[in-house]
């Protein structure tokens, strides 16, 4: 007769996570190649992970034992470095940005930040990890969850200790590594697949344990032609060709959608010489994506604000650079949750990358407001009304208070774009040609998507007859825009 542990070990049978393995168990054609990797730690996890230096060392390992044997790869701690940054850890984009600020990469493969796990169970892969698409960095969150521990004691009653303890660890080991392979896989190029069954879906499974071949085509592609293919234009091109003839050759249900499209939309940018060989500028909205904000737009308006922020979360995710989306993201996140500390985190990193936007500077006051820090509240009401000032008294023909707003927000935030293409436009329409170029000339180093920056920076020129400073102004437009500068 069975004993009530023995239903409960078997049942503790099915919980166990599939074993990661590749695809192929042929020995890869390519030469055995190391990917150096640097590890940047948190203060949050490093008081969660308290062996965290061998700890990352061994999920590499473990994500090299999945990959050495059908791509050649090895990953290696090229070092490891505690990460003092400001902010918590609930906004991995927030983190993703800090750490491309810190460390470029351009001296190793992978850069990789790790930060808290999360207090609540969750499965989607936004939440456990986030990375750069094409690019070199990652952010990683800590795998223990206090939630599933605690429901495995309640529900294997009978259960000795230690296996219970194994099967919490080896679910604990197999999401580390396989949430690492999918944000590798990422910063290849690599996007999600609709069939749970694969690990580049958007949400983890246990019984998740390898690519799809497609994927694995998409992998073994990219890695051929990296790294140089992320250091010279001519190498990034014949990635960006191959890649795009994988796509377009390739008729598969699950890479169909938004995601391909994107990926598709970075080929072409690199072919006509426009993909940065760094981190990506804002990428054009692809018109599914429009799409899709114009349905977000359509649930807020009808009061489901939870639902259009959930919904809205992968194009936060897929146009990190792009003012109109994370502008969008901070208003649902006030709107949806305003208590939590990750709203606060997500307006601060928006508001830091575009500082004359006044939504988000009174999104970030009525946050002030709710939780009682009144003087910050002000601080920020009165840049609004700065940058709202001279938006109207322009429109009104009243130039000189609004010269004086823009100065004044200036002194304030010294790299306010707006502000410099408005005392640009104001000084071109007086005849200041020099103060015009200077301004116009700071918005396009400090923006060089502002495509009418650069033709009002150009009339100047042409202008004052500064046809060297035009030729140089035109070219770098033919670079930026991959068409010319009239």
Avoid at 118 to 136: M, N
Avoid at 255 to 264: F, I, P, Q, R, T
Wanted: charged share 25%; glycine share 4%.
């Amino acid at each position: 007769m069975k004993r009530p542990v023995d239903y409960e070990r078997e049942y503790a049978r099915t919980l166990v996570p599939k074993r990661l393995e590749n695809a192929s168990q042929a020995p890869s054609s390519s030469p055995r190649r190391t990917l150096r990797v640097r590890v940047y730690a948190d203060a949050d996890y490093r008081s969660q992970v308290l062996r965290w230096e061998p700890g990352i060392e061994a999920q590499l390992r473990r994500a090299t034992d999945v990959v050495e044997g059908q791509f050649g790869v090895v990953f290696e701690v090229d070092s490891t470095r505690k990460w003092d940054r400001a902010g918590g850890s609930q906004d991995l984009e927030t983190a993703l940005n800090q750490l491309e600020a810190l460390d470029a990469g351009e001296d190793v493969d992978l850069v990789i930040g790790l930060v808290s796990a999360l207090p609540i169970f969750t499965t989607s892969h936004h939440q456990l990890g986030v990375a750069r698409p094409f690019g070199r960095h990652c952010i990683l969150r800590g795998m223990d969850n206090p939630e599933e521990h605690k429901a495995l004691l309640s529900v294997f009653t009978h259960l000795p200790d230690q296996e219970r303890e194994t099967l919490y660890r080896e679910r604990k080991l197999h999401k580390e590594t396989s949430v690492l392979l999918h944000e590798w896989a990422h910063t290849l190029g690599v996007f999600h697949v609709q069939d749970s069954h694969w690990m580049m879906h958007p949400s983890y499974e246990p019984a998740q344990a390898a690519f799809a071949p497609q994927t694995q085509q998409h992998l073994a592609l990219s890695l051929r032609h990296l790294p140089q293919g992320r250091r010279d234009r001519e190498a990034q091109q014949a990635w960006a060709r191959e890649l795009k003839a994988l796509l377009t050759a390739t008729v598969w249900p699950d890479w169909e959608g938004a995601d391909k499209e994107s990926a598709l939309a970075w080929t072409e940018r690199a072919l006509s010489g426009q993909a940065p060989l760094g981190p990506e500028p804002a990428s054009p909205i692809l018109p599914a994506d429009r799409r899709r904000i114009d349905e977000v737009i359509a649930l807020d308006k009808q009061g489901r604000v939870e639902v259009a922020a959930q919904q809205f979360e992968p194009l936060v995710q897929r146009y990190p650079r792009d003012e109109q989306v994370q502008v969008m993201a901070c208003y649902l996140a006030v709107r949806a949750a305003p208590k939590l500390p990750a709203t606060r985190e997500r307006c601060e990193s928006t508001l830091s990358r575009f500082p004359e936007q006044v939504p988000i500077l009174m999104n970030l006051a009525m946050l002030h407001l709710q939780s009682g820090s009144h003087a910050e509240a002000q601080a920020l009401l009165v840049k609004a009304r700065r940058q709202l000032e001279a938006q109207l008294n322009l429109r009104g023909g009243q130039l000189g208070p609004a010269r004086t707003a823009c100065r004044k927000a200036l002194a304030a935030h010294p790299e306010a774009v707006q502000a410099h293409f408005l005392l640009g436009w104001m000084a071109a329409n007086t005849r200041a040609g020099q103060e015009a170029r200077t301004h116009l000339e700071q918005v396009v180093a400090l923006e060089p998507a502002h495509q009418d920056a650069w033709k009002l920076l150009a009339e100047q020129y042409r202008t004052a007859g500064k046809s060297s400073e035009l030729k140089d102004l035109q070219q770098r437009y033919r670079t930026q825009f991959a068409r010319e500068l009239r």
